[in-house]
């Protein structure tokens, strides 16, 4: 997706980086996505390992792979365990001052991405709500609240095949925020139980 999910998951959060808890009535809201570089990411693949342990929620978010695996996501979107992912890890990058983590999940045999996961970090408290209010700007169809996954979280249709899962929770003294982008048509009833579980590792 040429850095559009990393570099959309960072603006979510510069929506209400600056303390605001509100927005102002008629205001415009940047479009990040009209801001994205055409150059397409430079990616360095991830070691395979024959097992994975995830990192659950930890004191220093240093990436997006180890936190979450393709065949979780696989399992929460009840699509069978007969498939493997490669984790390929983007090098991090700032968009405005915001660290973004990104990961992309290749099919093992396909090599297509079948998963982006983009975190984002800012310091502080900010009103997640607003987070997923810029995200819900880029939907196709009406975005759906999901509750219980950290402090807020909702998905949506991006395209006729592709959704979002966005979660924005509180944790270690920051706003840590997770857009998850699946590739292909899947049951929307399952992203609940998928997006409690990337809340549960932010």
Known sequence: MRRLWGMFA??????CAAGCTTLV??????????????????????????????????DKVTGACPLISG???????????????????????EYD??????CKYLGETTHATAFDLAVSIVAGHRDPKIALRMAEN????????????????????????????????FSHGEMRNAV????????ALNYPDLAKLLASRL
């Open 10 to 15: 960072a603006a979510c959060l510069l929506g």
């Open 180 to 187: 998850l982008f699946i590739s292909y048509p899947s049951n």
């Open 71 to 93: 065949e979780e996501i696989r399992g929460r979107l009840k699509q069978g365990a007969d498939f493997t992912y490669d984790r390929m890890e983007v090098p991090q990058s």
């Open 25 to 58: 009535e008629g205001s415009a809201i940047p479009d990040p996505i009209a801001a994205l570089s055409a150059q397409s990411p430079v990616i360095v693949p991830s070691r395979p390992t024959p097992t994975f342990t995830p990192t659950v929620s930890p």
């Open 97 to 102: 001052g915001v660290p973004v983590y990104e």
């Open 138 to 169: 880029n939907c196709k169809s009406l975005p759906k609240p999901i509750s219980g996954a950290g402090s807020a979280a909702m998905s949506c249709a991006v395209t006729d095949e592709a959704t979002s899962i966005a979660t924005v929770k």
